[in-house]
């Protein structure tokens, strides 16, 4: 069964500062890893993805996720936060083969100016 | 270049009532999806396609039905809606080959059974 953790209801940081939203996953296989981002209103915007290669991966507006498979973990990150970065959060998994994504329960970033 | 788009986006019903949300996507994507979102749940999968004439059931399928008419629609039916069908509905859809392997949401249909 696939099942993805996003343990923080709610993340606050102060402008400027590092921002880390976390999430934690299980798969049977190989997993596949997506972060979306979703503003008032609006549909679910791809952020990044892991597939394969690099446990590092970096997507939309400086955002990066580490891939950790032995704390089967996938955080969210970014250096420095922006007020506009201020939204709904989304962790989701595919496992390799599967058609579904599970999505996490969401984490609403704050950045507080 | 549309992307995924929905129609309507806002929506209310009587218990009972029935309604059609309507999904379409330009991409030329082989599979599309209807979730459900519901606060403090994320998204639900409802019902997906993963390619034109096949449909199969997600996580929370009951009461609800769907059609894939051709490749870029795939619509979603509540034939006798239920306050507990209160919900912001969402389309996707993802190419199953070239390796991109992302889903991409339409807007959402916020939908309101009185």
């Known amino acids: 069964a696939q099942s993805v953790a996003q343990p923080e209801d709610q993340v606050n940081v102060a402008e400027g500062n590092p921002l880390t939203v976390k999430c934690t996953y299980s798969?049977?296989?190989?997993?596949?890893l997506f972060w979306y981002v979703q503003y008032p209103n609006r549909g679910l915007q791809f952020l990044l993805k892991?597939?394969?290669?690099?446990?590092l991966v970096k997507g939309s507006y400086g955002f990066e996720a580490e891939f950790n498979k032995s704390q089967t973990s996938f955080h969210l990150k970014k250096p420095s936060a922006l007020v506009s970065d201020s939204a709904l959060y989304f962790c989701?998994?595919?496992?390799?083969?599967?058609?579904?994504?599970?999505f996490g329960t969401g984490t609403r970033l704050t950045v507080i100016p | 270049n549309a992307g995924v788009t929905q129609t309507p986006k806002f929506q209310v019903l009587k218990t009972g009532q029935s309604m059609t949300l309507q999904c379409a996507q330009d991409m030329n994507h082989n599979s599309m999806y209807w979730y459900r979102q519901d606060p403090g749940m994320g998204l639900r999968l409802i019902y997906y396609?993963?390619?034109?004439?096949?449909?199969d059931k997600g996580e929370v399928p009951n009461g609800y039905n769907v059609s894939r008419l051709n490749k870029r629609e795939f619509s979603l039916r509540l034939e006798s809606a239920a306050p507990s069908q209160t919900s912001v509905y969402f389309c996707?859809?993802?190419?199953?080959?070239?390796?991109?392997?992302?889903?991409?949401f339409g807007p959402g249909t916020r939908l309101t059974v009185l």
């Open positions: 798969v049977s296989g190989n997993p596949y």
């Open positions: 989701a998994v595919r496992e390799q083969g599967a058609n579904n994504l599970f």
């Open positions: 396609s993963a390619s034109e004439g096949t449909t």
């Open positions: 996707a859809s993802r190419a199953t080959s070239g390796g991109t392997d992302t889903q991409y």
């Open positions: 892991y597939i394969t290669g690099d446990n």
